[in-house]
């Protein structure tokens, strides 16, 4: 019999390592093989988590079933405080679209519209697996009870279930058995099109950081070139000041002056332009590798609750049989302390997408606003 529980392994496993959690997204090989700002992503991870708009968030996001109420009740508070759009986007899709009636219809600006619809669309699909999390606890919670009071490992303890025990375990497989996988099928929620939009989006973003800072190059080369000019020219006047009556003097450094300060002016407003649009690059890269985490949890996840649906089957087509209910109450105890980190690893990131979606919609309308008020 053991052997045949040992058959029930995980098969078709999403193929992804775990994301460490206090590593941040530097083991997350699909994101990373794609160019990328340069960033330090455990850095940005730890940061990220001390925010306070993370804060916000995972207040309304984290769920724990409470232990003196049955799963049927937190079953009824869970409906009634389901997570809204409203309570995560920010900015909301008022402020952006009254935003977008005001921004020159170019090529770029059209392409960032479409990512801030994307980007709520993605926060609705979050939502979706924001509920999943919860739903998933709430089904998970009568057998994280049942492993919180049975025996670790009733073999080399001598311990061994009694019928009474069998039995309770019997009607929580029932019902877990009962319900269906709260996690969406592999490919049937994804974030493809924003992943899509991602892709187009920075390839034209980094065209345009590529762009400016190549011109605030030449406009800080220019600005030295008109100092060196000043220099000679102020030395030109002053080996000719004693025959040069002394308002001929203020003209001649007038001029060079003057040209100094035109290329430090352009230059402070290219550098401001440059950090938006730096801003804006690293926003969206941030989120695209939350995204692709969160798709590699939500895959792992649903084929954790197939493989406990196979393992409690196992259980149920043998009856009340004490043997087989005890060897998966001890496949169910080695599994479970990796499928709560998990649990709490997707809710955690979760909370990142959502941070970090907002954060990436104030950049992008920021850059919008900003290029809309610089002259054509």
């Known amino acids: 019999m053991l052997q045949c529980l040992q058959q029930l392994s995980l098969t078709g496993t999403t193929n992804c390592s775990s994301p460490s959690l206090e590593g941040g997204l530097g083991d997350d090989n699909t994101a990373s093989s794609q160019p990328s700002p340069t960033v330090n992503l455990s850095r940005a991870y730890t940061l990220a988590v001390q925010t306070s708009s993370y804060s916000e968030i995972w207040s309304k996001v984290h769920y724990e079933v409470p232990s003196d109420r049955s799963v049927e009740v937190a079953e009824v508070e869970f409906q009634e405080g389901s997570l809204q759009l409203e309570d995560v986007l920010q900015p909301n899709h008022e402020c952006v679209q009254e935003a977008l009636l005001h921004i020159k219809p170019d090529a770029l600006n059209q392409l960032v519209a479409k990512y801030l619809d994307d980007s709520e669309q993605t926060t609705r699909l979050c939502i979706i697996f924001s509920e999943s999390v919860k739903q998933a606890k709430l089904s998970y919670a009568p057998i994280r009870r049942l492993l919180d009071v049975l025996p670790l490992d009733m073999e080399s303890g001598g311990h061994s279930l009694s019928q009474v025990q069998c039995n309770w375990a019997f009607d929580i497989f029932l019902q877990f058995d009962s319900l269906s996988n709260p996690f969406p099928i592999h490919d049937t929620h994804s974030f493809n099109d924003m992943r899509h939009c991602y892709f187009e989006l920075k390839r034209e973003l980094d065209l345009l950081l590529h762009k400016s800072r190549s011109k605030v190059q030449l406009l800080r080369h220019a600005t030295k070139g008109s100092v060196v000019c000043l220099v000679g020219a102020?030395?030109?006047?002053?080996?000719?000041?004693?025959?040069?009556?002394?308002?001929?003097?203020?003209?001649?450094?007038?001029?060079?002056?003057?040209?100094?300060?035109?290329?430090?002016?352009?230059?402070?407003?290219?550098?401001?332009?440059?950090?938006?649009?730096?801003?804006?690059?690293?926003?969206?890269?941030f989120l695209h590798n939350h995204l692709e985490t969160v798709n590699c949890l939500v895959g792992r996840l649903y084929d954790a609750v197939e493989y406990y649906k196979r393992l409690v089957r196992f259980a149920l087509e043998r009856g009340k049989d004490r043997y087989p209910i005890q060897e998966v109450v001890k496949q169910l105890h080695r599994k479970h302390s990796n499928f709560l980190e998990e649990i709490l690893g997707l809710e955690e990131h979760l909370c990142l997408c959502f941070a970090a979606i907002n954060r990436a919609r104030g950049h992008l309308l920021n850059y919008l606003l900003h290029q809309n008020q610089a002259p054509g």
Request: glycine share 4%; hydrophobic share 55%.
């Open 234 to 285: 102020t030395i030109g006047v002053i080996i000719t000041a004693v025959a040069i009556a002394s308002h001929a003097f203020v003209a001649l450094v007038a001029a060079p002056v003057c040209s100094a300060c035109v290329p430090s002016k352009i230059a402070k407003k290219e550098l401001v332009h440059l950090e938006k649009l730096d801003d804006a690059t690293k926003g969206i890269f």
